[in-house]
């Protein structure tokens, strides 16, 4: 179960070719536009750089109350086509609290090629060494690590009432 | 709603298998609850303990024993709370697929 609750892992394949998708995720400004935020430097591993929550180019709801929102990036690896990953605080949306003295987690992605595309697989990993209180809002705003525990639930909720 | 509690409880693989048992099998007490397992009883008074204080078991007295059920009530709350929790990722993923994609 340690597992379980340590990592979140999403895999995907995406209709377009690899060379296009690693573009999409390693380089600052490309990653900028889908996801929604604005660097003040590039990729390139061991940099600590700053992102600002803005409109993402492909949705058309601004990011609302958390637009300029800064969060911490620290870029980790980069492999060529293969390989991305940075640091970052999870859920760090609490403009009360000073999360950079706290344990980051890890967020990589890798890209392989398959068919009908590129497959991508997201893994956050190290919520562990989250402080619990900070667990549970970056659970909420996260995914996976909780499917075991849900299936049970929802095994039980399923039943009807005693 | 803190489902801190809830989660904290959870985060315990003996815990989930006590949850999983009640869920199945349940009401319990607890020399059935001991049963087939390990765990001492009084191992499995302290969880039942620690999952009572996150309001996700509760018990009463029937004769001698104390018998434990699952709090439904407690558990609904913590599921819709999980409800949320693929949707931050998911949404990125949706970003990223509707923008390398559409290119």
Same mark, same amino acid.
């Given at each position: 179960?340690?597992?379980?609750?340590?990592?979140i892992?999403?895999?995907?394949?995406l209709?377009?070719p690899?060379?296009?998708?690693?573009r999409?995720?390693?380089?600052a400004t490309?990653?900028?536009?889908?996801?929604?935020i604005?660097?003040d430097g590039?990729?390139?591993? %061991?940099?600590?750089?700053?992102?600002?929550l803005t409109r =993402?180019?492909?949705?058309p709801d601004?990011?609302?109350?958390y637009e300029?929102?800064?969060?911490?990036?620290?870029?980790? &690896? /980069?492999?060529p086509?293969?390989?991305f990953?940075y640091?970052?605080?999870?859920?760090?949306?609490?403009?009360?609290?000073?999360?950079? =003295?706290?344990?980051m987690?890890? *967020?990589?992605?890798?890209l392989?090629?398959?068919?009908?595309g590129?497959?991508l697989t /997201?893994?956050?990993? %190290?919520?562990?060494?989250?402080?619990?209180?900070?667990?549970?809002a970056?659970f909420?705003?996260? =995914?996976?690590?909780?499917?075991?525990?849900?299936e049970?639930?929802?095994?039980?909720l399923?039943?009807?009432?005693? | 709603?803190? +489902?801190?509690? *809830?989660?904290? +409880?959870?985060?315990?693989?003996?815990?989930l298998q006590?949850?999983a048992?009640?869920?199945k &099998?349940?009401?319990? =007490?607890?020399?059935r609850?001991?049963?087939?397992?390990s /765990?001492s009883?009084?191992?499995?008074?302290k969880?039942?303990?620690?999952?009572a204080g996150?309001?996700?078991?509760?018990?009463k007295?029937?004769?001698?024993?104390?018998?434990?059920?699952?709090?439904?009530k407690?558990?609904?709350?913590?599921?819709?709370?999980?409800?949320?929790?693929?949707a931050?990722?998911?949404?990125a /993923?949706?970003?990223?697929?509707?923008f390398?994609?559409?290119?």
């Open positions: 179960m340690t597992t379980a609750t340590d990592q892992q999403k895999i995907i394949v209709n377009a690899h060379e296009r998708v690693w999409a995720i390693s380089d490309q990653f900028g536009k889908w996801f929604g604005r660097f590039a990729f390139v591993p %061991g940099a600590a750089i700053a992102g600002k =993402s180019v492909v949705d601004p990011p609302g109350k300029g929102f800064a969060f911490d990036f620290k870029i980790e &690896h /980069i492999e086509m293969r390989l990953s640091r970052w605080h999870p859920c760090a949306l609490d403009p009360n609290v000073d999360y950079s =003295s706290e344990p987690t890890l *967020v990589t992605f890798e392989e090629d398959a068919a009908g590129t497959k /997201i893994t956050e990993s %190290g919520f562990d060494s989250i402080p619990l209180e900070r667990r549970v970056a909420q705003a996260n =995914s996976g690590g909780w499917t075991d525990q849900v049970f639930i929802e095994k039980y399923a039943l009807p009432p005693a | 709603m803190n +489902a801190a509690p *809830v989660f904290a +409880a959870l985060g315990d693989e003996t815990r006590i949850v048992r009640l869920c &099998h349940g009401p319990l =007490s607890i020399s609850l001991t049963d087939g397992t /765990i009883r009084q191992g499995i008074t969880h039942l303990d620690a999952l996150a309001g996700l078991v509760r018990s007295r029937e004769g001698r024993e104390r018998i434990w059920n699952i709090e439904t407690r558990l609904a709350e913590a599921r819709r709370y999980l409800d949320h929790v693929s931050q990722w998911d949404a /993923i949706d970003r990223l697929r509707a390398v994609e559409d290119d």
